[in-house]
C-alpha cells in the first residue's frame, strides 16, 4: 500500500498523525507519509486518517487501484 | 534600530497568511522584507491547538517556524508591536514602538481576533476562548479537575470547545443563538445528524438562547442564560465569532465593508497596499461578488497569491474552499459556496436515514457548493466539479443518487456527452 499526501493543500492538523502515527508524521506544518511501502496491516487506520483529513489530501493506493477517496 | 526605516515589503502579521506571503515574496526577491506582528510567537499553527490542549502532542510541535528561519530567509520579524496608524500617501506605518517604517509595498495580513463577551461576570477566570496559544493554555488550566463546562456557539470552535471538554470527561452544556447548527448552510435534517450525535455524549444543546451573566467569586461557578436556565460549571468556552478590522485601518482611507475590499488579485483601493487572509474581503470571481474566509488553507493560499502579486506578477485567487469537521463519529463537510441565494437549487444526495447525506448547491446550472455529512471522500470531485464549473443540468437524477460517481461526471466521456446533449 502506497500513501500520497497533497503537500500543496496540506493544513498541517496533525489528525492524520493522531490517527497513525508509524504513517504519518507533520513537520514544520505540513505532513508527510514516513514510509515508502506500508504494510497492509495499517490499512484501516490510513483509511481513517485519509476520511477524517479536514482538507482531504490523503490519497490511498493499493498497487495501481486508488482506495481512497475509492474510484467505483 | 533608528526611530525611522525603509522596507520594500512591510507586511502587517506573523501568521500563517503574513508568514506565506514573506516567503513567497523571499522565493522571488531579495529585497527587503519586514513582518510587524503583535504577537509574542513565531508562526504556530492554530489549528493544532485542539491537540495541544488535549495533550496529544507538546508545546514545542504546535510552533511552525523557530527564529533561525526567519534570520536564514532575511525576514526582520519585529514582535510585540502593533500598527497605531498608516499614511497612504506617505506610504508609512507608524508602530507602537515609536518606529516609523517607510515600504514600498504593504500586506494587511492582520488576521481575526475572537470576539468577547461582555456580559455581567465576563472577567472571572474559567472563562475561555480558542485562538491563541494563550487561550489554549487557558483552557488547559482551566479544565484541569473540573467536571462540568459550557460552550457558547456553535460553529467550528464551539464544536472544537465541546470537543475538548467532552474527551476530558466534562459534562458539557453547548448554547447556541441560532436555532440550529449552521441554518446558512445545513438543512434541519443534516443539522439533527449533529444534535443526535452530540445527544449521545449527553451534551445538553440550548437553541435561540444567549448567555446572560456569569456567576462566581474570582472564578465563573454558574452561567445565567437569556432564557433563564441556569448551569453550574467551573469552564465556560466561547466561540461566537471573530472581528477581523483592527482600528488602524479604518481610518486609512482604504475601502473596508467586513473586511478591507480587495480585487481578485488581493490588492485594496490603494495600489501600493494587499491584503490577505481572514481580514480580506476579496473580490471572489467564482461567485461575483465580495467574500471573506476566515481558514487556514484559505490564509495560506491567499498569503502565496499576495506575495506573489506584491513582486509584481498578476495571479487571480480562485480558490474553492472546503473544511471537514468532525462530530466524535460524524464527518460535517462544507465545501465553496454555501449561501443560500434566492437562484440556489439544492440537490439532495442521499438522507439521515442512509447516514450520509449530500447536498449540492446550484447556480446558473453548475454547481457552486456542497455540505456533505459523512461523505467527505466525495470532496474532492465536487470542487473539481466546481472549479471546471460543469454543466450539471442534464444529470439531476443522477446526482441525486447516493451511488452515482461523481468522479465520471469529470471525464472527458461524459463531459463530451454533456455539451452533445
Known amino acids: 500500500m502506497k500513501v500520497e499526501i497533497d503537500r500543496e493543500g496540506c493544513i498541517g492538523n496533525g489528525n492524520c498523525e493522531s490517527v497513525c502515527s508509524e504513517v504519518f508524521e507533520v513537520e514544520g506544518g505540513k505532513g508527510a507519509v514516513k514510509l515508502k511501502e506500508i504494510v497492509q496491516d495499517r490499512l484501516s487506520e490510513v483509511l481513517q486518517a485519509a476520511q477524517d483529513c479536514p482538507v482531504q489530501v490523503i490519497t490511498v493506493w493499493e498497487g495501481s487501484k486508488r482506495v481512497y477517496p475509492p474510484k467505483k | 534600530m533608528s526611530k525611522s526605516s525603509q522596507v520594500d515589503f512591510l507586511i502587517v502579521g506573523g501568521g500563517i497568511a503574513g508568514t506565506t506571503a514573506a516567503e513567497t515574496i523571499r522565493a522571488r526577491s531579495e529585497r527587503r522584507i519586514m513582518i510587524v506582528t503583535d504577537d509574542r510567537h513565531t508562526l504556530y499553527s492554530r489549528v493544532r491547538l485542539p491537540d495541544y490542549i488535549s495533550g496529544k502532542i507538546s508545546r514545542e510541535k504546535v510552533f511552525i517556524k523557530d527564529e533561525s528561519w526567519y534570520l536564514d530567509k532575511g525576514i526582520d520579524l519585529l514582535r510585540e508591536v502593533s500598527v497605531e496608524a498608516l499614511s497612504l500617501k506617505e506610504q508609512s506605518a507608524h508602530l507602537s514602538n515609536g518606529m516609523t517604517i517607510r515600504y514600498d509595498k504593504l500586506l494587511l495580513a492582520t488576521g481575526g481576533f475572537a470576539r468577547r463577551l ?35 456557539g456553535g460553529g467550528f470552535i464551539g464544536l472544537e470547545l465541546a470537543r475538548c471538554f467532552i474527551q476530558g470527561g466534562l459534562e458539557t452544556v453547548m448554547v447556541m443563538m441560532e436555532p440550529q447548527f449552521w441554518p446558512s448552510a445545513l438543512d434541519k435534517e443534516s443539522a439533527a445528524m449533529i444534535e443526535d450525535t452530540l445527544r449521545q455524549k449527553r451534551v445538553i444543546i440550548h437553541y435561540s438562547d444567549q448567555m446572560k451573566e456569569f456567576w462566581g467569586n474570582g472564578h465563573v461557578q454558574r452561567v445565567l442564560l437569556a432564557s433563564g436556565k441556569s448551569y453550574g460549571c467551573e469552564v465556560v468556552g466561547i466561540g461566537i465569532g471573530i472581528d477581523t478590522l483592527p482600528p488602524f485601518i479604518k481610518t486609512t482611507g482604504l475601502q473596508w465593508k467586513r473586511g478591507v475590499l480587495t480585487d481578485e488579485c488581493l490588492r485594496t483601493s490603494d495600489f501600493h497596499v494587499y491584503a490577505a487572509g481572514d481580514v480580506a474581503e476579496f473580490y471572489d470571481q467564482g461567485n461575483g461578488r465580495p467574500n471573506q474566509i476566515g481558514n487556514w488553507s484559505n490564509a495560506a493560499e491567499q498569503g502565496k497569491i499576495a506575495g506573489s502579486n506584491m513582486a509584481s506578477e498578476r495571479n487571480i485567487f480562485k480558490s474553492v474552499t472546503s473544511y471537514v469537521i468532525r462530530v466524535f463519529g460524524l464527518s460535517v463537510g462544507f465545501v465553496g459556496d454555501t449561501t443560500f441565494m434566492p437562484d440556489t437549487q439544492v440537490i439532495r444526495r442521499g438522507s439521515a436515514t442512509d447516514e450520509s447525506y449530500v447536498r449540492l448547491f446550484i447556480r446558473d446550472g453548475v454547481i457552486k457548493g456542497a455540505t456533505l455529512i459523512n461523505q467527505s471522500h466525495e470532496i474532492r470531485s465536487i470542487v473539481e466539479l466546481i472549479k471546471r464549473e460543469v454543466k450539471i443540468e442534464h444529470y439531476r437524477s443522477n446526482l441525486s443518487d447516493l451511488e452515482f460517481d461523481l468522479e465520471s461526471l469529470l471525464s472527458s466521456n461524459f463531459q463530451q456527452g454533456a455539451s452533445s446533449y
Open chain 2, 118 to 152: 461582555r456580559c455581567p461576570g465576563f472577567e472571572l477566570d474559567g472563562i475561555c476562548y480558542l485562538r491563541t496559544i494563550e487561550d489554549a493554555e487557558c483552557i488547559q488550566q482551566a479544565i484541569k479537575s473540573t467536571k462540568k463546562a459550557v460552550v457558547l
